[in-house]
């Protein structure tokens, strides 16, 4: 109905062959590690935020928590969300995400720890930093593939 030369046939194609892919075994991990990273990720920033009282200079370490806390429950929800296409998606995206929060994290490390107004954040940012390259090695170390899903 598109109006696309054979777009109804690649769709009934994609829908078929969804409905035959199952999840890896690792899907649920996955999307759990990518849940817990993210509320570890909010919790931090909003502590820290609440042990500088609210204060305006403090509020960037929540601001960064819930919105990656947002965006990992968004790939999670992919990554479990039936066809192994959105699956991938899912993770490859999370895992995406997590990189960028590492590196956003150490770069706010680095820009907070000079600053005296930011004395705060700059150990939130340490450990928002450290504990994401963390996720990230535990997402890698999901993604292997099972040498019994490989002999199947």
């Known amino acids: 109905a598109c109006g696309l030369p054979g777009a109804a046939e690649a769709l009934r ?4 062959s969804s409905a035959e892919d199952d999840l890896p075994s690792c899907a649920m991990p996955c999307a759990l590690a990518l849940v817990v990273h993210g509320t ?3 919790v931090c920033g909003c502590v820290s935020a609440h042990w500088n009282e609210w204060a305006q200079a403090a509020l960037l370490p929540a ?7 947002g965006a990992m429950v968004m790939c999670a929800c992919l990554a479990i969300a039936g066809p192994r ?9 999370g ?3 997590q990189l960028g929060l590492v590196v956003l994290c150490a770069m706010q490390f680095r820009s907070s720890y000079s600053d005296p107004e930011q004395a705060g954040s700059c150990r939130t940012f340490a450990v928002m930093s450290l504990g994401s390259a963390m996720c990230v090695l535990s997402m890698l170390s999901l993604q292997r ?4 899903e490989k002999a199947e």
Do not use: Q
């Open 63 to 69: 601001e960064v928590g819930m919105g990656s806390m």
């Open 95 to 97: 895992l995406a995400v």
């Open 85 to 93: 296409f959105l699956h991938f998606v899912g993770v490859y995206v």
């Open 13 to 16: 194609a994609f829908e078929e």
């Open 145 to 148: 593939e099972d040498p019994k």
């Open 40 to 42: 570890c990720l909010a």
